[in-house]
């Protein structure tokens, strides 16, 4: 506790001193480079003087340039812009507007360690700034690159605000999980661990929440995702799946202050078509079964209830942001804080967030010193409902709610939630049974909400040793609390099973109320060292080399605690301390990590034509055997800028033409931290120490090689810009979690299997101006992604994985991963339809499974119309996918014809097939489905005000909505879901199970600056 008080003085004390007014120096000119038509900063803008001084604007716009006293204009140039000379005068701050000629690929994107030109780059990277980010209701920062990058698939685990989402940068390339990319907020690498999932004790396991939940999407600058492992290797091990940089809003001269303030209205997009009351019954009777009264034997209880409209809502939310910074000479500041207020579309479901964040620059002794801190605060505050992703035949929430009996009401005569148990309660009033879970009871008599404090701080020094060569120290610290409260009250329905904790037996939550407390603490500290030399010479050649040291250590906390038997019978205090009995001991974990690394990286550009790049970085990881801690991760690349040759003529048909080639490697460790050693867990018998797994000296980093060609180009002035990459992508050494031949000390162990996960495919990018008229712009942004998925080399061994949940689907499974196949390949027995007698046809036997097709998409695209008419605006926003499957385990769960007979509820369509009730429900390509989907994401119309002698800078309104149409013919509410499915730590892919549905969004929106 002292500790992290000391550092809060420290960050305080030189937040104080950063901010201080200062001297201004001789001839030193700051100021900002925006877009004339939207006043969004312009990243790598060319800012020059004579005599061959320069600089470029940095991510959010702004430049500091010293130029001799006899200067007397700047030249700004910037490819798809006009240049502009600006006179310079007295004054020595400036905002610049830069007028289009055309829509161009970024300039400048940041990348590992620094920011480089695009016509620089050779490896594959790509860039968003906020003109380019989704708008509307955003929760977390995936959200708003989702479906904007070609090679990078943005899959939610569900609609519920915060939620966690799978991102696959060109492609799958892990067969457990862990496999998503590396995230940089502003220099700091991030553990990519979520907060706690919800813990089972009878309806199923909640997922982990969004691990980004704690940015504010308001303080994000710029989006860089480094795609192959040219660019990636920097960042080495970590960089094996991607790296996606976060880069948050800095100060600049003559800011000001800025707000903005959302309020939204959400609806679900798409509800489950059960039946009704009386075609219920209808259908009932239509399968022989008793469709009269209960009183007469039948299901009809009297009600007329519709239980998706008890569980879902008109959901309101709102947020607000305050921004202010400022600029001199020598010192820079931006301070904001952030509120959001998220209600989900299923009731009991909310986010709540409150952020501060500053940052903060300041330099000394004419720039040969300078200080830069980045410092957030984060408070989240999640409540969930009770949805989960193996809940089984009876159903967590949704489960419930699409199953039950339209006829049974939610109270019963006497004020207490409706159970169908006979008798429905016993002599002390608690309900009796697990065959049925009043969805109602299960919202109001269950509690399960969160709170996480994080604290995400970065310090760096620069210091300029001499001309061209500069040291930096970076220090970043990444600390988070959570605690998650989950009460059941003594009264909930559909809740009589004991719970076992480690071979030990305790209470049902029903009759006796249950508390579980889920502590979590993660720190993440890193240490860096870097030394830059940058050298330029007249014939347009430079040279830049990067040396550094990078140590990490990651610690991670829990502490599960149970309390049981509510005080007084029957009344639930939501305190843990009220409950009579608890755990003696708490269940948890505790695990630490380090990471070493050394690295560099060495860019030769000759005179602007050829460009070489190579790097390689040498890890050290705690996780892996004593043989094998450390790995090298070598990668080069090239890039031939053709347009300057000489050959080509000068006003030719290309304004711009590269060939970049790239070969790269990078490493995985994503296992458990002790996964070489023998691990044990003490069980509360207190009679077996089992050992989770054997120990492996020999365990070693799973390693990603790359190999890629890109053209990039622009013609007709710059008016049509683009990319097109191909990529080749080969995952070995595979990472796996292995059952051991038995006798053993342990079941299972940590090995490297042989074999190969290979993505190959290609990208394509294009930016056209369309039109470009002085009151009328029209831009289009289009990208495609070509990529097939394969495992090769795996001869001898099949793996199983995509559990599948419902009655009589004990562990059953639907996913192969085999040789010659994609990773995840569905392999479930083939169904051809009913036979006459309404039973289900499996031409190759029901027990036969065979393969059936993927769920990674073979094709993905999106495309963005942006129109301006004076201070009119409008965009539109689609993306699209085809070639995968999704495998609908809610159908399987729910939806046949034998649910009927038993009381419960199914769609329309199943009523109205010939189905034979008899007919068993088994995992078959019955419920595998097609999830080609065009869906229109977003849309926004805008209004710009003008402004004459206002107190305001700027002032706009828009109004946005957010999944607006979905063409499918999928029949579940949303191909786009990934429900976790994994079955022996073995990840699974596009299986849908009661997800929580996606919502349709509307959002009015303020934004003024003063």
């Given at each position: 506790?002292?500790?992290?008080?000391?550092?809060?003085?420290?960050?305080?004390?030189?937040?104080?001193?950063?901010?201080?007014?200062?001297?201004?120096?001789?001839?030193?000119?700051?100021?900002?480079?925006?877009?004339?038509?939207?006043?969004?900063?312009?990243?790598?803008?060319?800012?020059?003087?004579?005599?061959?001084?320069?600089?470029?604007?940095?991510?959010?716009?702004?430049?500091?340039?010293?130029?001799?006293?006899?200067?007397?204009?700047?030249?700004?140039?910037?490819?798809?812009?006009?240049?502009?000379?600006?006179?310079?005068?007295?004054?020595?701050?400036?905002?610049?507007?830069?007028?289009?000629?055309?829509?161009?690929?970024?300039?400048?994107?940041?990348?590992?360690?620094?920011?480089?030109?695009?016509?620089?780059?050779?490896?594959?990277?790509?860039?968003?700034?906020?003109?380019?980010?989704?708008?509307?209701?955003?929760?977390?920062?995936?959200?708003?690159?989702?479906?904007?990058?070609?090679?990078?698939?943005?899959?939610?685990?569900?609609?519920?605000?915060?939620?966690?989402?799978?991102?696959?940068?060109?492609?799958?390339?892990?067969?457990?999980?862990?496999?998503?990319?590396?995230?940089?907020?502003?220099?700091?690498?991030?553990?990519?661990?979520?907060?706690?999932?919800?813990?089972?004790?009878?309806?199923?396991?909640?997922?982990?929440?969004?691990?980004?939940?704690?940015?504010?999407?308001?303080?994000?600058?710029?989006?860089?995702?480094?795609?192959?492992?040219?660019?990636?290797?920097?960042?080495?091990?970590?960089?094996?799946?991607?790296?996606?940089?976060?880069?948050?809003?800095?100060?600049?001269?003559?800011?000001?202050?800025?707000?903005?303030?959302?309020?939204?209205?959400?609806?679900?997009?798409?509800?489950?078509?059960?039946?009704?009351?009386?075609?219920?019954?209808?259908?009932?009777?239509?399968?022989?079964?008793?469709?009269?009264?209960?009183?007469?034997?039948?299901?009809?209880?009297?009600?007329?209830?519709?239980?998706?409209?008890?569980?879902?809502?008109?959901?309101?939310?709102?947020?607000?942001?305050?921004?202010?910074?400022?600029?001199?000479?020598?010192?820079?500041?931006?301070?904001?804080?952030?509120?959001?207020?998220?209600?989900?579309?299923?009731?009991?479901?909310?986010?709540?967030?409150?952020?501060?964040?500053?940052?903060?620059?300041?330099?000394?002794?004419?720039?040969?010193?300078?200080?830069?801190?980045?410092?957030?605060?984060?408070?989240?505050?999640?409540?969930?409902?009770?949805?989960?992703?193996?809940?089984?035949?009876?159903?967590?929430?949704?489960?419930?709610?699409?199953?039950?009996?339209?006829?049974?009401?939610?109270?019963?005569?006497?004020?207490?939630?409706?159970?169908?148990?006979?008798?429905?309660?016993?002599?002390?009033?608690?309900?009796?049974?697990?065959?049925?879970?009043?969805?109602?009871?299960?919202?109001?008599?269950?509690?399960?909400?969160?709170?996480?404090?994080?604290?995400?701080?970065?310090?760096?020094?620069?210091?300029?040793?001499?001309?061209?060569?500069?040291?930096?120290?970076?220090?970043?610290?990444?600390?988070?609390?959570?605690?998650?409260?989950?009460?059941?009250?003594?009264?909930?329905?559909?809740?009589?099973?004991?719970?076992?904790?480690?071979?030990?037996?305790?209470?049902?939550?029903?009759?006796?109320?249950?508390?579980?407390?889920?502590?979590?603490?993660?720190?993440?500290?890193?240490?860096?060292?870097?030394?830059?030399?940058?050298?330029?010479?007249?014939?347009?050649?430079?040279?830049?080399?990067?040396?550094?040291?990078?140590?990490?250590?990651?610690?991670?906390?829990?502490?599960?605690?149970?309390?049981?038997?509510?005080?007084?019978?029957?009344?639930?205090?939501?305190?843990?301390?009220?409950?009579?009995?608890?755990?003696?001991?708490?269940?948890?974990?505790?695990?630490?990590?380090?990471?070493?690394?050394?690295?560099?990286?060495?860019?030769?550009?000759?005179?602007?034509?050829?460009?070489?790049?190579?790097?390689?970085?040498?890890?050290?990881?705690?996780?892996?055997?004593?043989?094998?801690?450390?790995?090298?991760?070598?990668?080069?690349?090239?890039?031939?800028?053709?347009?300057?040759?000489?050959?080509?003529?000068?006003?030719?048909?290309?304004?711009?033409?590269?060939?970049?080639?790239?070969?790269?490697?990078?490493?995985?460790?994503?296992?458990?931290?002790?996964?070489?050693?023998?691990?044990?867990?003490?069980?509360?018998?207190?009679?077996?120490?089992?050992?989770?797994?054997?120990?492996?000296?020999?365990?070693?980093?799973?390693?990603?090689?790359?190999?890629?060609?890109?053209?990039?180009?622009?013609?007709?002035?710059?008016?049509?810009?683009?990319?097109?990459?191909?990529?080749?992508?080969?995952?070995?050494?595979?990472?796996?979690?292995?059952?051991?031949?038995?006798?053993?000390?342990?079941?299972?162990?940590?090995?490297?299997?042989?074999?190969?996960?290979?993505?190959?495919?290609?990208?394509?990018?294009?930016?056209?101006?369309?039109?470009?008229?002085?009151?009328?712009?029209?831009?289009?942004?289009?990208?495609?992604?070509?990529?097939?998925?394969?495992?090769?080399?795996?001869?001898?061994?099949?793996?199983?994985?995509?559990?599948?949940?419902?009655?009589?689907?004990?562990?059953?499974?639907?996913?192969?991963?085999?040789?010659?196949?994609?990773?995840?390949?569905?392999?479930?027995?083939?169904?051809?339809?009913?036979?006459?007698?309404?039973?289900?046809?499996?031409?190759?036997?029901?027990?036969?499974?065979?393969?059936?097709?993927?769920?990674?998409?073979?094709?993905?695209?999106?495309?963005?119309?942006?129109?301006t008419l004076k201070n009119w605006s409008l965009s539109f926003f689609l993306n699209a996918a085809t070639g995968f499957q999704i495998y609908n385990n809610t159908a399987?769960?729910?939806?046949?014809?034998?649910?009927?007979?038993?009381?419960?509820?199914?769609?329309?369509?199943?009523?109205?097939?010939?189905?034979?009730?008899?007919?068993?429900?088994?995992?078959?390509?019955?419920?595998?489905?097609?999830?080609?989907?065009?869906?229109?994401?977003?849309?926004?119309?805008?209004?710009?005000?003008?402004?004459?002698?206002?107190?305001?800078?700027?002032?706009?309104?828009?109004?946005?909505?957010?999944?607006?149409?979905?063409?499918?013919?999928?029949?579940?509410?949303?191909?786009?879901?990934?429900?976790?499915?994994?079955?022996?730590?073995?990840?699974?892919?596009?299986?849908?199970?009661?997800?929580?549905?996606?919502?349709?969004?509307?959002?009015?929106?303020?934004?003024?600056?003063?």
């Amino acid at each position: 506790m002292q500790f992290k008080h000391l550092l809060t003085l420290c960050f305080f004390a030189l937040t104080c001193l950063f901010v201080q007014p200062a001297l201004a120096q001789n001839k030193i000119i700051t100021g900002k480079v925006i877009d004339k038509k939207d006043n969004s900063p312009l990243i790598g803008v060319s800012v020059g003087a004579t005599g061959g001084v320069g600089t470029l604007t940095n991510v959010d716009g702004t430049f500091r340039l010293s130029v001799p006293a006899t200067v007397t204009s700047l030249n700004f140039s910037y490819i798809g812009y006009k240049p502009l000379i600006l006179p310079l005068g007295a004054q020595t701050s400036f905002t610049v507007s830069l007028e289009s000629s055309s829509t161009s690929l970024n300039e400048v994107v940041v990348i590992g360690y620094g920011t480089q030109r695009v016509r620089d780059a050779t490896g594959s990277v790509a860039s968003l700034s906020p003109k380019d980010f989704n708008k509307g209701v955003i929760a977390t920062p995936d959200q708003l690159l989702q479906g904007r990058i070609a090679g990078v698939q943005v899959t939610p685990s569900s609609g519920e605000p915060g939620a966690g989402a799978s991102i696959n940068i060109r492609g799958a390339g892990s067969i457990r999980s862990g496999d998503g990319p590396l995230y940089v907020v502003d220099g700091v690498p991030l553990d990519n661990g979520g907060t706690s999932g919800g813990y089972g004790v009878g309806a199923g396991n909640s997922s982990a929440r969004n691990p980004l939940a704690f940015i504010n999407p308001s303080d994000i600058e710029n989006i860089s995702v480094l795609k192959d492992a040219s660019s990636a290797a920097i960042y080495g091990a970590r960089g094996a799946n991607g790296v996606i940089l976060i880069t948050t809003k800095k100060g600049r001269s003559g800011q000001g202050v800025q707000f903005s303030s959302n309020f939204s209205v959400a609806n679900t997009a798409k509800r489950y078509d059960v039946l009704g009351r009386e075609d219920f019954l209808k259908a009932v009777a239509s399968v022989g079964s008793n469709a009269g009264t209960v009183a007469q034997g039948g299901v009809d209880y009297g009600g007329n209830t519709d239980w998706q409209d008890q569980i879902f809502r008109q959901a309101l939310s709102q947020n607000y942001n305050l921004g202010f910074g400022g600029a001199s000479s020598t010192a820079s500041y931006r301070a904001s804080v952030g509120y959001d207020d998220q209600q989900g579309i299923v009731k009991n479901s909310a986010l709540k967030r409150f952020n501060a964040r500053i940052n903060a620059s300041k330099s000394f002794f004419k720039d040969a010193l300078k200080f830069d801190l980045q410092s957030t605060y984060s408070n989240v505050k999640d409540q969930f409902a009770p949805i989960t992703n193996n809940a089984g035949f009876n159903g967590s929430l949704i489960g419930a709610a699409i199953q039950l009996n339209p006829t049974a009401p939610v109270f019963d005569s006497q004020g207490r939630y409706f159970t169908i148990s006979n008798p429905a309660y016993d002599a002390n009033g608690f309900p009796i049974g697990n065959g049925f879970r009043n969805p109602v009871s299960l919202l109001n008599q269950i509690d399960d909400r969160d709170n996480i404090n994080r604290f995400l701080n970065n310090l760096t020094a620069t210091v300029r040793l001499f001309e061209g060569l500069s040291y930096k120290g970076n220090f970043g610290a990444d600390i988070s609390r959570g605690l998650r409260k989950t009460f059941y009250d003594p009264k909930v329905v559909g809740f009589t099973d004991q719970i076992n904790i480690r071979d030990q037996n305790f209470p049902s939550p029903t009759g006796n109320g249950t508390a579980i407390y889920q502590y979590n603490e993660q720190t993440n500290l890193t240490t860096e060292h870097t030394l830059n030399y940058d050298k330029k010479w007249s014939d347009n050649s430079s040279l830049t080399v990067l040396a550094g040291y990078s140590y990490q250590t990651f610690k991670n906390y829990s502490r599960n605690e149970f309390g049981f038997g509510t005080s007084r019978p029957g009344v639930l205090v939501k305190d843990y301390d009220d409950f009579k009995t608890h755990l003696k001991y708490p269940v948890g974990d505790s695990s630490s990590y380090k990471l070493q690394s050394y690295f560099a990286r060495v860019n030769y550009s000759y005179k602007d034509r050829y460009i070489l790049t190579g790097t390689i970085r040498r890890d050290g990881s705690s996780r892996f055997g004593e043989n094998h801690k450390y790995g090298n991760f070598p990668a080069l690349a090239a890039k031939w800028r053709i347009s300057n040759e000489s050959f080509m003529p000068k006003g030719g048909f290309f304004d711009d033409l590269s060939l970049r080639l790239n070969y790269g490697k990078t490493g995985n460790q994503e296992i458990p931290s002790y996964a070489s050693l023998p691990v044990r867990q003490i069980n509360y018998n207190g009679n077996s120490n089992p050992q989770l797994y054997l120990e492996n000296p020999d365990l070693k980093w799973q390693a990603n090689t790359t190999y890629g060609a890109g053209l990039d180009f622009s013609i007709f002035n710059g008016r049509l810009t683009g990319t097109v990459d191909y990529f080749k992508k080969s995952i070995s050494d595979l990472l796996f979690y292995q059952y051991n031949a038995q006798p053993a000390f342990s079941p299972y162990i940590y090995v490297n299997l042989p074999g190969n996960v290979i993505n190959k495919g290609f990208e394509v990018g294009l930016n056209l101006a369309a039109v470009q008229n002085k009151g009328f712009t029209w831009d289009v942004s289009y990208n495609m992604t070509f990529i097939k998925n394969s495992v090769e080399n795996f001869v001898g061994r099949n793996i199983i994985t995509g559990n599948i949940d419902g009655q009589g689907l004990s562990g059953a499974y639907s996913q192969l991963i085999a040789n010659g196949l994609p990773l995840f390949t569905f392999n479930v027995p083939n169904y051809s339809g009913l036979d006459a007698d309404g039973f289900g046809i499996y031409p190759q036997g029901i027990d036969v499974s065979s393969v059936q097709g993927s769920p990674n998409p073979k094709f993905t695209a999106s495309l963005t119309n942006s129109f301006t008419l004076k201070n009119w605006s409008l965009s539109f926003f689609l993306n699209a996918a085809t070639g995968f499957q999704i495998y609908n385990n809610t159908a399987n769960a729910f939806f046949y014809k034998g649910n009927l007979v038993s009381g419960r509820n199914v769609t329309k369509a199943i009523a109205e097939t010939n189905e034979n009730p008899l007919n068993s429900g088994e995992v078959s390509t019955r419920f595998l489905e097609k999830g080609d989907f065009l869906r229109l994401s977003n849309a926004t119309i805008g209004y710009t005000f003008p402004l004459d002698g206002s107190v305001f800078k700027s002032l706009r309104m828009s109004f946005t909505g957010q999944n607006l149409f979905l063409i499918t013919s999928y029949t579940g509410l949303d191909p786009e879901i990934n429900t976790d499915k994994q079955r022996d730590n073995v990840a699974s892919k596009g299986i849908d199970y009661t997800s929580y549905p996606k919502a349709r969004i509307f959002t009015l929106g303020l934004n003024a600056s003063f």
